[in-house]
T-cell receptor
């Protein structure tokens, strides 16, 4: 059972436009959500996160929105740059004392930004 | 400061062979974990450790063993490799606080024939 889903395997955007990556989750015990970015032949790197008590977090060109009632979050990149081309993973952290902050990842979305 | 290192980068095994994927970190992080990445499946947690001497199973532990004798090292052992274990394996570390960022190694690409 996939508790974190990224239903779009790929997204293609023109340079300078907005990229919107989406993520849905089913487990209401998730208390923290993260986005990781992964280039080929490298490990994922942390991009931005949001606590379940907030609905928006911004860091430069990157903004994450959380809609708890819909169990949906999205990552907006404005403006998109060719260097943003990568695989983006949504992840959710399980709350609770014995979970040790384990992360559950989505399938990933391949973002391609065309010059 | 090397961060998280993984060896080897690439490995080809025959079905039934055993091997150990190495993971080392020099950040004095308490929490270490192993993930596998497969197309369409994202990253799935295999095993994790919250400190030396303590390990536990993740989402997909079957076919893999781990141990944590030191803070720095967290090897992943495949006892009898199967083609279903063909994947890219990532080691990740984090300080003890669950709110801290998780750092990933560069990965090991394993093919089992």
């Amino acid at each position: 059972d996939q508790q974190v889903k990224q239903n779009s395997p790929s997204l293609s955007v023109q340079e300078g436009r907005i990229s919107i990556l989406n993520c849905d989750y089913t487990n209401s015990m998730f208390d923290y959500f993260l986005w990781y970015k992964k280039y080929p032949a490298e490990g994922p790197t942390f991009l931005i996160s949001i606590s379940s008590i907030k609905d928006k977090n911004e860091d430069g060109r990157f903004t994450v929105f959380l809609n708890k009632s819909a169990k949906h979050l999205s990552l907006h990149i404005v403006p998109s740059q060719p260097g943003d081309s990568a695989v983006y993973f949504c992840a959710a952290r399980t709350a609770g004392g014995t979970s040790y902050g384990k992360l559950t990842f989505g399938q990933g979305t391949i973002l391609t930004v065309h010059p | 400061n090397a961060g998280v290192t993984q060896t080897p980068k690439f490995q080809v095994l025959k079905t039934g062979q055993s091997m150990t994927l190495q993971c080392a970190q020099d950040m004095n992080h308490e929490y270490m974990s192993w993930y596998r990445q497969d197309p369409g499946m994202g990253l799935r947690l295999i095993h994790y450790s919250v400190g030396a001497g303590i390990t536990d199973q993740g989402e997909v532990p079957n076919g893999y063993n781990v141990s944590r004798s030191t803070t720095e090292d967290f090897p992943l052992r495949l006892l009898s490799a199967a083609p279903s274990q063909t994947s890219v394996y990532f080691c990740a570390t984090r300080r003890g606080n669950v709110k801290d960022t998780q750092y990933f190694g560069p990965g090991t690409r394993l093919t089992v024939l």
